[in-house]
């Protein structure tokens, strides 16, 4: 009986050392296992490497892709240059768009000042006030000879039909010789610096007049 429970506590005294191993041998597997995990991350870091290299681009393509961007270049270039010239264009034609219209007061202060000098009750019918509107319309045909030549040129209006894009109606008038919509005052005149608007004519239109017959109105209320 003795020998028995010897035996047994030698078994109990054993189990701990066996404990340990197996711990120890637990450990082993996973630095095995983590060794295994670095290997494949590494082994698919040097695939990846070789596969990018394996598909880097040929000479061919490179090439291909230089013409490319070359002619991409050379076309926002051209665009460019086609810009410059048409602002060089416009700058040439059109430089003198603010200055034109600003002169045009000039027609205006002429014309004004002839309205004037015409309705003085004073000065009507006599041969100052004669030489002075000559001298006025020998200035104002001068200014637009001059405007002329710089291709600054007066808008025709009396008896066209309204153009929104010429005239600028101020008045309607009662008319019934004439179709409705027809310019049949020119209020300031209009001018254009070659084919572009310089300033719109200001002008009254026509309008049929409204007539009423009293007599018609009359039986109609009957």
Known sequence: MKILTIYGNMEKEENPNNNNIS???????KKVDSKEVLNNENQQEIETSTKNEIEEPTLEEKIAHLEDKVTRTFAEMENQRRRFEKEKEDAFEYGGYNFAKEALSL??????????????????????????????????????????????KPIE????????????????IEDDTKEPGTIIQEIQKGFMIKDR??????????????????????????
Do not use: C, W, Y
């Open 157 to 172: 209006s009396l008896n066209k039909k309204l153009d929104p894009n010429l005239h600028q109606a101020m008045i309607e």
């Open 107 to 152: 027609i205006d202060n002429l014309e004004r000042s002839k309205n004037v000098l015409e309705s003085d009750d004073k000065l009507k019918e006599t041969e100052a006030l004669i030489k002075t509107l000559e001298h006025l319309d020998i200035i104002k045909k001068d200014l637009i000879s001059i405007f002329e030549k710089n291709n600054i």
């Open 197 to 222: 608007l310089l300033r719109p004519s200001l002008v009254g239109v026509s309008k049929k007049a409204e007539n009423i017959d009293k007599n018609e109105e009359n039986s109609e209320d009957k």
């Open 23 to 29: 711990q120890n041998q637990d450990f082993e597997d």
